[in-house]
């Protein structure tokens, strides 16, 4: 589904009631952890300090190239495709302290849902 951009995104997490600049806020969370080949079919972090939660996810997706051995799944990509989100993701890479601020507003809603 990678060519439907956000399509996919939102197809899950409009279901949840959640909006765009939601999706870009929680998609700050693969700064921490990384993927594992066994349970999602790709392997590696989204960053170059995963245990360490901060915006570099966002400064990562921005660059054109991107640095090698990071992830930069179709999803990580998408939020770069429209306008708005490449907007939220560049205020993001910029100012780590919105984006703090909106990704608690984003991860209560998703606690509050009982996703954690």
């Given at each position: 589904?990678?060519?439907?951009?956000?399509?996919?995104?939102?197809?899950?997490?409009?279901?949840?009631?959640?909006?765009?600049?939601?999706?870009?806020?929680?998609?700050?969370?693969?700064?921490?952890?990384?993927?594992?080949?066994?349970?999602?079919?790709?392997?590696?972090?989204?960053?170059?300090?995963?245990?360490?939660?901060?915006?570099?996810?966002?400064?990562?997706?921005?660059?054109?190239?991107?640095?090698?051995?990071?992830?930069?799944?179709?999803?990580?990509?998408?939020?770069?495709?429209?306008?708005?989100?490449?907007?939220?993701c560049e205020l993001y890479?910029?100012?780590?302290?919105?984006?703090?601020?909106?990704?608690?507003?984003?991860?209560?809603?998703?606690?509050?849902?009982?996703?954690?």
């Open positions: 589904d990678a060519d439907k951009k956000m399509n996919p995104l939102r197809e899950i997490f409009y279901r949840m009631g959640f909006n765009d600049h939601d999706i870009v806020a929680l998609s700050g969370a693969h700064a921490l952890g990384r993927a594992h080949k066994d349970r999602s079919g790709f392997e590696g972090p989204w960053t170059h300090e995963p245990l360490k939660f901060d915006n570099y996810y966002f400064i990562e997706i921005l660059k054109p190239d991107g640095d090698e051995g990071l992830l930069r799944l179709a999803s990580d990509m998408a939020l770069l495709d429209q306008e708005d989100t490449k907007a939220q890479a910029k100012d780590q302290a919105a984006f703090f601020k909106d990704y608690a507003v984003a991860h209560q809603k998703l606690s509050e849902l009982g996703a954690f």
